[in-house]
């Protein structure tokens, strides 16, 4: 029901700043929950972060609170994710996702309840 593209990854000096955006497209897309998570070579999927389909609410995870930042323009259909003072553990590929929001405040955090991902960007971050 929806299609996530995803772009904006690249190679960023520690400490530097970098913006992904994530377009989508769809019947109905603006009207999902969305969020990004980031994957590691040799690491599990984690959460990053989440935003209601109004905006109205944001999450984080704590290994990123404080650093990022996620927003979304419903009139573009696209959620953003702004990434500041970058360290080397950020380095991951960056996936967007969406869902429905029911009962988003109970799992926004886990991957498997989204059914919609993008390809993914990769974010390396040098030291």
């Known amino acids: 029901q929806v299609q996530l593209v995803e772009s904006g990854g690249g190679l960023v000096q520690a400490g530097g700043s970098l913006r992904l955006s994530c377009a989508a497209s769809?019947?109905?897309?603006?009207?999902?929950?969305m969020a990004w998570f980031r994957q590691a070579p040799g690491k599990e999927r984690e959460f990053v972060a989440a935003?209601?389909?109004?905006?109205?609410?944001?999450y984080f995870a704590d290994s990123v609170k404080g650093r990022f930042t996620i927003d979304r323009d419903n009139a573009m259909n696209t959620v953003y994710l702004e990434m500041s003072n970058l360290k080397p553990e950020d380095t991951a590929v960056y996936y967007c996702?969406?869902?429905?929001?029911?009962?988003?405040?109970?799992?926004?955090?886990?991957?498997?309840?989204?059914?919609?991902w993008g390809q993914g960007t990769q974010v390396t971050v040098s030291s």
């Open positions: 996702a969406a869902r429905i929001q029911l009962n988003f405040a109970a799992n926004y955090f886990s991957a498997g309840t989204y059914p919609y």
């Open positions: 769809g019947r109905a897309a603006s009207a999902y929950a």
């Open positions: 935003i209601t389909w109004n905006g109205g609410t944001t």
